[in-house]
């Protein structure tokens, strides 16, 4: 059998998920976790902080340093909840739309790139196995299996 950790060990360093810097735009240095914050903050209809943290895995205290540098940058807008006023609602700025906009273009690029290697099968194939890795590690209770998103 594979070494399957070998396998995933490759795709994580090919995928650049260990390098500090995920990417520049705008001239901004963002960082994974930040970007992840960006899209799923896109993603999400006005969502909660809370909400947020959630679906990326994250512990409330990390992801509240990680917002303040959103918003000191101007890419993140943290507004009181009109119903509760403890709660925060976070949304993009301008800037941070056309930053998340950009992420998504180069992601686009790069995964259109890696995709147009295969054939119409290979990529059916790797996306139906995406899938289905993806949900049998949501059902999982192994140390990622908390992740949502």
């Not at 119903?83 to 056309?98: F, H, M, V």
């Not at 790139?113 to 996306?127: A, L, Y």
Request: one cysteine or more; a negative charge.
């Amino acid at each position: 059998m594979e070494d399957l950790r070998e396998l995933f060990q490759v795709m994580t360093r090919r995928f650049g998920l260990l390098n500090k810097d995920c990417c520049t735009a705008g001239g901004c240095e963002i960082s994974l976790i930040q970007s992840h914050i960006l899209y799923e903050i896109d993603r999400q209809h006005e969502p909660s902080m809370q909400q947020i943290a959630d679906t990326l895995g994250t512990d409330i205290t990390t992801f509240s340093r990680q917002i303040q540098s959103l918003v000191k940058m101007n890419l993140v807008k943290k507004s009181p909840a009109p119903e509760d006023k403890r709660i925060s609602i976070l949304s993009l700025t301008p800037e941070g739309n056309n930053i998340a906009a950009s992420i998504d273009k180069q992601m686009s690029t790069f995964l259109n790139d890696v995709f147009s290697k295969m054939n119409e099968f290979e990529r059916e194939t790797v996306i139906r196995s995406i899938k289905l890795l993806n949900d049998a590690m949501a059902k999982s209770e192994g140390c990622c299996g908390r992740t949502m998103g």
